[in-house]
């Protein structure tokens, strides 16, 4: 049970960074061009400042990343939860 458990943590934990990632890629080619592209990979989206910062440049609030953040935590829990046990 540990192993399956430490399996679904890992990959709704990969799953939803490399989604995110793609969110932050894609809104930083959309506002910046290539030097977007350029910056995407440097730098970090951080917890609080990309969705603030997407919110008031979309004007739309960010619930997918909200929601992808959440099942990233929930995988993170898992794991936490599965490697405790014993």
């Not at 960010?62 to 490697?83: A, D, E, K």
């Amino acid at each position: 049970m540990r192993t399956i458990g430490k399996i679904i943590g890992i990959i709704l934990g990969i799953a939803s960074g490399i989604l995110m990632f793609f969110y932050w890629f894609s809104a930083m080619t959309k506002w910046l061009g290539l030097i977007g592209s350029i910056l995407a990979v440097v730098f970090t989206p951080g917890l609080v400042i990309f969705p603030i910062v997407f919110w008031i440049v979309e004007k739309v609030f960010p619930t997918f990343y909200f929601i992808v953040w959440g099942i990233g935590l929930l995988g993170m829990l898992i794991i936490g939860l599965t490697l405790n046990q014993g």
